[in-house]
C-alpha cells in the first residue's frame, strides 16, 4: 500500500534535504494561510512577495502554490526573513515576519557549520551538529505558529497577473527575448546581455 507524503515531506523530497530554513519556510507558509483563511494556491489568486532567496521560498512554493513559473511568486531579494501573501478576490494581504522562538540556538548551529567548512571541526563536533540540527527542527516544526511567525494585515498592493508577451530576436545574439525586456541599440531590438552597461558612477 503506498503512502500519500505529508506536505513536510513533499516539502523535503522538492528540496533535496532538511534543514532549519526549509522548517522555517514551511512554518510560514502554515501561518499565511491560516490567516487568509485559504488552502493551496489554483490559478494565481494568492501572491506570495518573498524578500530572501533562502531554503525557505522551497517550502513556500511547495505549500502555497505559488511559483516563480506560475508568476505568482515575487524574489524581492532584501536579505530579510519577511513575507507577503495576497488574495487577488478578497483583496486581502497579510505580512509575516519570523520570530526568534526560545529553545532554537540557531548561533550554535552556525558556528558548528563554520568550523566543518573550515575543516576545524572535531568528530564529536560534527555529531554534536547532527543531533542539534535535528533537535531543532523536530521542535522548530512543532512549535505553535504564534512563537513563530508574527502576521500582520497590510496595505493590498500587489502586482498585476503574470502576463505572456510577444518575442523580439536580438540582433547581437539572435536569440529570443520577451519584447518588455529588449533594449534599442543603434535603432535594433537587443537582449539585455548584449546590452552595453552604461553608467555615470550611479
Known amino acids: 500500500m503506498c503512502m500519500e507524503k505529508t506536505p513536510w515531506e513533499r516539502s523535503v ?18 501561518a499565511a494561510m491560516q490567516a487568509l483563511g485559504i488552502e493551496r494556491d489554483v490559478d494565481e489568486q494568492m501572491i506570495a512577495i518573498v524578500e530572501n ?34 488574495l487577488r478576490k478578497k483583496k486581502k494581504t497579510v505580512r509575516i515576519t519570523v520570530k526568534s522562538p526560545e529553545g532554537v ?3 550554535l548551529l552556525m558556528s558548528l557549520r563554520k568550523k566543518i567548512a573550515a575543516g576545524d571541526a572535531s568528530e564529536e563536533e560534527k555529531a554534536l551538529l547532527e543531533e542539534k540540527s535535528g533537535e531543532m527542527l523536530r521542535n522548530y516544526l512543532s512549535l505553535p505558529l504564534e512563537e513563530l511567525c508574527e502576521a500582520k494585515e497590510a496595505a493590498y498592493d500587489i502586482p498585476e497577473k503574470a502576463r505572456i508577451f510577444p518575442s523580439v530576436v536580438c540582433s547581437c545574439c539572435g536569440e529570443k527575448v520577451m519584447e518588455p525586456r529588449a533594449r534599442v541599440k543603434d535603432g535594433k531590438a537587443i537582449c539585455i546581455p548584449c546590452a552595453d552597461n552604461y553608467t555615470r558612477g550611479w
Do not use: P
Request: with cysteine; glycine share 12%.
Open 13 to 30: 523530497e522538492f528540496h533535496g534535504h532538511t534543514c532549519m530554513g526549509l522548517a522555517m519556510g514551511y512554518r510560514v507558509a502554515e
Open 53 to 86: 532567496d533562502s531554503c525557505a521560498v522551497d517550502a513556500i512554493q511547495v505549500i502555497t502554490g505559488c511559483t516563480v513559473g506560475k508568476g505568482n511568486l515575487i524574489l524581492r531579494d532584501y536579505g530579510k526573513q519577511v513575507y507577503t501573501f495576497a
Open 105 to 107: 540556538n540557531f548561533e
